[in-house]
DNA sequence: CTGAAAGCGCTAACAA
DNA sequence: TTGTTAGCGCTTTCAG
């Protein structure tokens, strides 16, 4: 069974190929009858369209780029699942690519999708982007351009759009329940600032503690890696440098948390008795540990929905000759109270 | 800035479309000054050459179709996430859909790759999928095809390749490090042996256990869902059951494995002095246990990376006219030994 | 070393 | 309702 064309249904079926073109596409210029014959063949024969060809006439190639750091760890998986699903719904493919957190990579890559035609891109940084200049470029040749969760902070209000997480709103929701817990002296284990995620939960977490009239106690937040060693050895140094322990732990990750909560037990204290702890991310482990985890859900999927919408929309408004409408949406993450700061019955 | 052709550059360095195209492919016969100014005008004019008509002249579309269940969970992102890798160091793009373990969609997508002119296709199969007619039609066309971890086991033998994992040699080499550990009563958590990976699991464990003259003692084989609730259950089922409890767990998956972990602990046996736990997989999580759990690394990363490679050797030998070489990996996993079972010293 | 010509497979004016 | 024509942007014979 040889490769049939839509030119060599037509010859078969003493049609021209637009003609065929027609009625594969089921225009209603096309008599109902010839649409049978054509469909029947095309069947027959297996007829297999070539969107490459289709895309190259049309001058749309029906293709999405993204463009991750990775396809590895929790967050960018179901991302990617997100952004799949969503852009399928939508009538588009996806060329995903991964930039391996290196700038380098990104670049080439970002170039890769160019020549690949797609109508739109939507990107996380590598962590180690620097120099957004190829960015920009896509931005003034008005490549439809989405950003999640890693975004470029200097596009703010240009065409291009972005989605994020509240992580500052999360991180609030955390102290302001750990407070209502019974909890006053709440620490943080928190990563560097220079990561907006950190430093947006690290404000939260600061402001949550003032709008509940509890002082900011500097002593109780630890810089340290955001790993379970990191958060075990965060949680050491507290136990040893305080005159008492705190009452709580908000780390700025599960990881941090889980390691947290190890030392604690260890320690002879009872979470959520002694000390409740909180993390963040929602990682899967998180229902795992003894006491389940209570922390903050990002709706990974939800963003990478969010962002295929985005560009959709950008796609639709640059189709019509509109200028396109970026938009910047900022999710909202939801609390998930757990064994591990519960300490009073639920409401 | 407009978008330039290779036409376009051509017009305007006064010369044929053929030598620009040349020219930017680095052909030796164009002279070095030719190439030079081609270059320095597609730098000036920011060419982005169009794959897609490229593709279609030359009847290879650079990429290729990866088909997986989703994009959730700990297995096929990294599955992925080395297709991905492995896939652009040899040259290709990947469009990647899911088939969210529905037939239909499954069908839908092969359809969607072949329209897009993949020059190949990695499918790991939907667990719904019971008719394989649209495989064996690729097959019968000769479209190159490499099933992973879900094969069509129908195909072995024929033009088609797959990668899978050992999983017998996984349970076997598991149950020979409990024997080694002392254990002497080591209970065997299954799943449903419709499925391979389960199957192939408790034939190891049965074989591994005769070749070290242990009896096979049915009661100490559970089947019970591979969730942490299950591994729990089957747990309580044994204490409550049996006259004195196993000295050893080996679950088929490192959920219930936690589960069992947990009731055992609760029970007041003390892992792993009392009992030993394993589990299969090497999901993040288990490292995150009290104890460590032991477990069997399946290489996901790697199995990405061998489909690939097996692709593209079938690509190479088809494009010599030669008959495309299939053929099937079978995957060493490496057993990794932690807390949870080690009750001797390491060697 | 360079150019002319043809065509990959499809779609979309424009005609009939 | 159908056909004619042209061409998307590129590569690749074949000639020069």
Known sequence: MQRVSLTELAKRLNLSPSTVSRALAD??????????RVRQLARELNY?????????RRGRSGTLGVLVPHITGHFFPQVVHGIATEASRAGFTVMI???????QQERRNIELLRHNQVEGILVSLANTTQDISHFEELR????????FDRVVEDFRGTNVSAVVLDDYQGAYQVVAHLVAQGCRRIAHFSGPLHLSIH???????RDALLAHNLPVDEDLIVFCPQTQAGGAEAMQQLLRTLP??????????DLAAVGAMRVAKQAGLRVPEDLAVAGFSNETFTTLTEPNLTTVDQGCETMGISAVR???QMLHTTAEQRKPQPRNVVLKPQL????SSLRKPRD
């Open 27 to 36: 225009h209603n210029e096309v008599s109902e009858a010839t649409k049978q």
């Open 48 to 56: 297999q369209p070539n969107q490459l060809a289709a895309a190259l």
């Open 97 to 103: 690519c991964q930039s391996n957190e290196d700038a």
């Open 140 to 147: 003034q040749q008005g490549v439809p351009l989405v950003f």
């Open 199 to 205: 430093k947006n939960r690290h404000q939260g977490y």
């Open 244 to 253: 008492a322990p705190p009452d709580a732990v908000f780390a700025s990750n």
């Open 310 to 312: 985005l560009l959709v």
């Open 336 to 339: 998930l109270v757990r064994e």
